[in-house]
Protein backbone atom coordinates (compact mmCIF):
# COMPACT_ATOMS: atom_id res chain seq x y z
CA UNK A 1 0.00 0.00 0.00
CA UNK A 2 0.91 3.34 -0.77
CA UNK A 3 0.70 6.33 1.63
CA UNK A 4 1.57 9.78 -0.19
CA UNK A 5 2.72 13.02 2.15
CA UNK A 6 2.87 16.47 1.65
CA UNK A 7 4.23 18.47 4.36
CA UNK A 8 3.03 21.37 7.52
CA UNK A 9 1.66 24.73 5.50
CA UNK A 10 3.62 26.65 7.63
CA UNK A 11 6.99 25.51 7.33
CA UNK A 12 7.06 22.55 4.39
CA UNK A 13 10.05 20.41 4.23
CA UNK A 14 11.12 21.05 8.05
CA UNK A 15 11.15 17.95 10.61
CA UNK A 16 12.26 14.62 10.57
CA UNK A 17 9.65 12.34 7.95
CA UNK A 18 7.43 9.58 9.79
CA UNK A 19 9.68 7.05 10.68
CA UNK A 20 8.83 3.21 12.42
CA UNK A 21 10.41 2.24 15.58
CA UNK A 22 9.84 -0.69 17.86
CA UNK A 23 11.75 0.31 20.32
CA UNK A 24 11.03 2.38 23.37
CA UNK A 25 14.38 4.25 25.21
CA UNK A 26 12.69 3.66 28.91
CA UNK A 27 11.37 0.25 28.75
CA UNK A 28 13.28 -2.33 30.59
CA UNK A 29 15.75 -3.75 28.80
CA UNK A 30 13.88 -7.54 28.58
CA UNK A 31 11.16 -5.58 26.56
CA UNK A 32 13.48 -6.75 23.97
CA UNK A 33 13.04 -10.00 23.91
CA UNK A 34 8.94 -9.21 23.53
CA UNK A 35 8.18 -9.45 19.66
CA UNK A 36 4.60 -8.55 20.75
CA UNK A 37 5.15 -6.00 22.45
CA UNK A 38 7.90 -4.07 20.10
CA UNK A 39 5.06 -4.89 17.15
CA UNK A 40 3.17 -3.28 19.43
CA UNK A 41 5.29 0.07 18.90
CA UNK A 42 5.73 -0.49 15.63
CA UNK A 43 2.34 -0.51 14.42
CA UNK A 44 2.14 2.82 11.96
CA UNK A 45 5.03 5.49 12.58
CA UNK A 46 5.78 8.37 14.33
CA UNK A 47 5.29 11.73 13.82
CA UNK A 48 7.68 14.79 14.51
CA UNK A 49 7.23 18.37 14.74
CA UNK A 50 8.12 20.52 12.08
CA UNK A 51 11.28 21.95 14.01
CA UNK A 52 15.07 21.65 12.86
CA UNK A 53 18.26 20.43 14.77
CA UNK A 54 18.76 23.73 16.51
CA UNK A 55 15.18 24.40 17.36
CA UNK A 56 13.24 23.55 20.41
CA UNK A 57 9.36 25.05 21.78
CA UNK A 58 7.55 24.61 24.79
CA UNK A 59 4.05 25.11 25.72
CA UNK A 60 2.04 25.25 29.21
CA UNK A 61 -1.47 25.26 30.37
CA UNK A 62 -1.48 27.53 33.41
CA UNK A 63 -4.82 26.85 33.91
CA UNK A 64 -8.32 29.28 33.33
CA UNK A 65 -7.90 29.65 29.92
CA UNK A 66 -3.98 30.61 29.64
CA UNK A 67 -1.25 28.51 27.66
CA UNK A 68 2.46 29.89 27.69
CA UNK A 69 3.99 29.29 24.34
CA UNK A 70 7.98 29.75 23.85
CA UNK A 71 9.80 29.00 21.35
CA UNK A 72 14.14 28.64 21.88
CA UNK A 73 17.20 28.20 19.64
CA UNK A 74 20.45 26.40 20.36
CA UNK A 75 23.32 28.27 21.35
CA UNK A 76 26.96 27.16 19.81
CA UNK A 77 27.68 25.92 23.75
CA UNK A 78 24.72 23.06 22.74
CA UNK A 79 21.77 24.84 25.45
CA UNK A 80 18.42 26.23 24.40
CA UNK A 81 17.76 30.18 24.66
CA UNK A 82 14.48 31.39 24.51
CA UNK A 83 13.63 33.75 21.45
CA UNK A 84 10.24 34.71 22.49
CA UNK A 85 7.16 33.86 23.99
CA UNK A 86 3.44 34.06 23.96
CA UNK A 87 1.03 34.03 26.81
CA UNK A 88 -2.58 32.97 25.32
CA UNK A 89 -5.87 34.10 27.23
CA UNK A 90 -9.04 32.55 25.99
CA UNK A 91 -11.87 34.53 26.33
CA UNK A 92 -14.38 33.76 29.44
CA UNK A 93 -16.79 31.45 28.03
CA UNK A 94 -14.59 30.32 25.18
CA UNK A 95 -16.37 32.86 22.81
CA UNK A 96 -14.69 35.79 21.65
CA UNK A 97 -11.58 37.02 20.58
CA UNK A 98 -8.13 35.00 21.92
CA UNK A 99 -5.71 37.85 23.76
CA UNK A 100 -2.28 36.77 22.29
CA UNK A 101 0.42 38.32 24.40
CA UNK A 102 4.03 38.45 22.75
CA UNK A 103 7.31 38.56 24.72
CA UNK A 104 10.55 39.15 22.61
CA UNK A 105 13.14 37.33 24.94
CA UNK A 106 16.59 37.76 22.76
CA UNK A 107 17.80 40.48 21.87
CA UNK A 108 19.79 38.63 18.91
CA UNK A 109 16.75 38.29 17.08
CA UNK A 110 15.24 40.31 14.23
CA UNK A 111 11.78 38.58 14.37
CA UNK A 112 8.59 41.30 15.30
CA UNK A 113 5.00 40.05 16.80
CA UNK A 114 3.70 38.93 13.65
CA UNK A 115 6.67 36.62 12.60
CA UNK A 116 6.68 35.14 16.28
CA UNK A 117 3.15 34.01 15.87
CA UNK A 118 3.18 33.16 12.66
CA UNK A 119 5.89 30.72 13.67
CA UNK A 120 3.78 29.39 16.58
CA UNK A 121 1.09 28.08 14.15
CA UNK A 122 3.48 26.25 12.44
CA UNK A 123 3.56 23.98 15.95
CA UNK A 124 0.14 24.67 17.71
CA UNK A 125 -3.57 25.55 16.72
CA UNK A 126 -4.47 28.68 18.99
CA UNK A 127 -8.02 28.04 17.99
CA UNK A 128 -8.01 24.28 18.80
CA UNK A 129 -6.35 25.09 22.75
CA UNK A 130 -8.96 24.87 25.88
CA UNK A 131 -11.25 21.99 23.56
CA UNK A 132 -11.23 20.43 26.04
CA UNK A 133 -10.46 22.64 28.90
CA UNK A 134 -6.41 21.88 29.03
CA UNK A 135 -6.00 20.72 25.39
CA UNK A 136 -3.18 22.07 23.39
CA UNK A 137 -2.91 20.97 19.48
CA UNK A 138 0.38 20.25 18.60
CA UNK A 139 0.91 20.36 14.14
CA UNK A 140 3.55 17.69 12.95
CA UNK A 141 5.99 18.03 10.23
CA UNK A 142 4.00 15.66 7.86
CA UNK A 143 0.43 14.96 6.60
CA UNK A 144 -1.06 12.09 4.84
CA UNK A 145 -3.21 11.10 1.45
CA UNK A 146 -4.23 7.42 1.68
CA UNK A 147 -5.44 4.90 -0.93
CA UNK A 148 -9.20 4.94 -1.59
CA UNK A 149 -10.94 3.39 1.69
CA UNK A 150 -8.01 3.89 3.77
CA UNK A 151 -8.20 5.74 6.84
CA UNK A 152 -5.75 7.74 9.18
CA UNK A 153 -5.51 7.09 13.01
CA UNK A 154 -3.85 9.43 15.08
CA UNK A 155 -2.70 8.18 18.31
CA UNK A 156 0.05 9.23 21.43
CA UNK A 157 2.87 7.06 21.17
CA UNK A 158 2.62 3.38 22.04
CA UNK A 159 4.31 2.07 25.01
CA UNK A 160 5.53 5.17 26.64
CA UNK A 161 4.38 4.30 30.30
CA UNK A 162 7.15 6.84 31.62
CA UNK A 163 4.95 9.14 34.15
CA UNK A 164 3.60 11.53 34.29
CA UNK A 165 2.01 10.84 30.82
CA UNK A 166 -0.67 12.89 29.67
CA UNK A 167 -3.89 12.06 28.03
CA UNK A 168 -4.83 12.32 24.12
CA UNK A 169 -7.79 12.29 22.15
CA UNK A 170 -7.33 9.22 19.25
CA UNK A 171 -9.24 10.46 16.63
CA UNK A 172 -9.73 8.78 12.66
CA UNK A 173 -9.83 10.75 9.69
CA UNK A 174 -11.14 9.63 6.27
CA UNK A 175 -7.44 10.78 4.66
CA UNK A 176 -8.38 9.98 1.43
CA UNK A 177 -10.76 12.49 0.25
CA UNK A 178 -10.16 15.12 3.47
CA UNK A 179 -6.73 17.08 3.47
CA UNK A 180 -6.11 16.76 7.22
CA UNK A 181 -3.41 18.66 8.80
CA UNK A 182 -1.64 16.39 11.60
CA UNK A 183 -2.26 17.82 14.65
CA UNK A 184 -2.23 15.07 17.98
CA UNK A 185 -4.24 16.77 20.81
CA UNK A 186 -3.30 16.50 24.47
CA UNK A 187 -4.95 17.32 27.55
CA UNK A 188 -2.82 18.68 30.05
CA UNK A 189 -4.03 19.65 34.08
CA UNK A 190 -2.76 23.36 35.25
CA UNK A 191 0.74 24.17 35.59
CA UNK A 192 1.51 20.92 33.07
CA UNK A 193 3.95 21.31 29.69
CA UNK A 194 5.23 19.87 26.88
CA UNK A 195 8.36 20.25 24.82
CA UNK A 196 9.71 18.97 21.91
CA UNK A 197 12.99 18.97 19.89
CA UNK A 198 13.84 18.01 16.14
CA UNK A 199 13.90 14.26 16.88
CA UNK A 200 11.32 14.10 19.34
CA UNK A 201 7.92 12.44 18.14
CA UNK A 202 4.53 13.85 19.28
CA UNK A 203 2.35 11.12 18.01
CA UNK A 204 1.86 8.31 16.17
CA UNK A 205 -0.24 7.36 12.78
CA UNK A 206 -1.68 3.87 11.41
CA UNK A 207 -3.80 2.86 8.79
CA UNK A 208 -6.92 1.16 8.75
CA UNK A 209 -9.30 -0.08 5.79
CA UNK A 210 -12.83 1.46 6.04
CA UNK A 211 -14.70 -1.66 6.11
CA UNK A 212 -16.93 -3.58 7.80
CA UNK A 213 -15.90 -6.36 10.36
CA UNK A 214 -18.38 -9.17 11.16
CA UNK A 215 -17.69 -11.50 13.91
CA UNK A 216 -19.09 -15.13 14.27
CA UNK A 217 -18.16 -18.05 16.61
CA UNK A 218 -15.70 -20.67 16.06
CA UNK A 219 -16.87 -23.92 14.82
CA UNK A 220 -16.00 -27.41 16.89
CA UNK A 221 -13.44 -28.25 14.10
CA UNK A 222 -11.60 -24.67 14.36
CA UNK A 223 -11.78 -25.08 18.15
CA UNK A 224 -9.95 -27.86 17.98
CA UNK A 225 -7.11 -26.44 15.23
CA UNK A 226 -6.71 -23.78 17.47
CA UNK A 227 -6.42 -26.03 20.45
CA UNK A 228 -3.64 -28.40 19.29
CA UNK A 229 -1.84 -25.18 17.55
CA UNK A 230 -1.92 -23.77 21.06
CA UNK A 231 -0.27 -26.91 22.99
CA UNK A 232 2.36 -27.36 19.76
CA UNK A 233 3.44 -23.76 20.37
CA UNK A 234 4.11 -24.09 23.65
CA UNK A 235 6.25 -27.22 23.19
CA UNK A 236 8.13 -25.72 20.76
CA UNK A 237 8.33 -22.15 22.94
CA UNK A 238 9.62 -24.81 25.98
CA UNK A 239 11.85 -26.24 24.02
CA UNK A 240 13.70 -23.34 22.23
CA UNK A 241 14.40 -21.59 25.99
CA UNK A 242 17.13 -19.64 25.76
CA UNK A 243 19.01 -18.31 28.78
CA UNK A 244 21.12 -14.72 28.78
CA UNK A 245 24.28 -13.54 30.81
CA UNK A 246 21.74 -11.98 33.07
CA UNK A 247 19.92 -15.02 33.68
CA UNK A 248 16.82 -14.22 31.73
CA UNK A 249 15.42 -17.02 29.83
CA UNK A 250 13.38 -16.45 27.12
CA UNK A 251 12.08 -18.06 24.01
CA UNK A 252 12.78 -16.84 20.25
CA UNK A 253 9.83 -19.71 18.82
CA UNK A 254 6.95 -16.52 18.45
CA UNK A 255 9.47 -14.42 16.57
CA UNK A 256 10.90 -17.28 14.20
CA UNK A 257 7.19 -18.53 13.39
CA UNK A 258 6.07 -14.71 12.21
CA UNK A 259 9.44 -14.18 10.36
CA UNK A 260 8.68 -17.63 8.68
CA UNK A 261 4.90 -16.85 7.81
CA UNK A 262 6.23 -13.92 6.15
CA UNK A 263 8.57 -15.15 4.15
Given at each position: MEVRLFYN?????????PHREGLRPLLPQHARHCPVLEAGSALGFLVYPPLTEKESFHIEFQGEGRYQFIYSLKKPTGDFEPIFS???????????????????????????RNDALRLMRAFIVPEDLATPPGAIAMRGATN?????????????????????????????????????ETEFRYVLQ??????????????????????????????????EEIRRSKEEFVREKEAQKIMTPHGLSYSPHYLRQSRSQRS
Open positions: SVRPGVGMKVTIVLPVGTIGMIKEDVSILSRKTAMNFRTPQGWDTVYTPIFNMIDRPVAPMLVVRVETDWYAHPGEGISTAHNMPIGQVFFVPREEITMRDCTNEEL
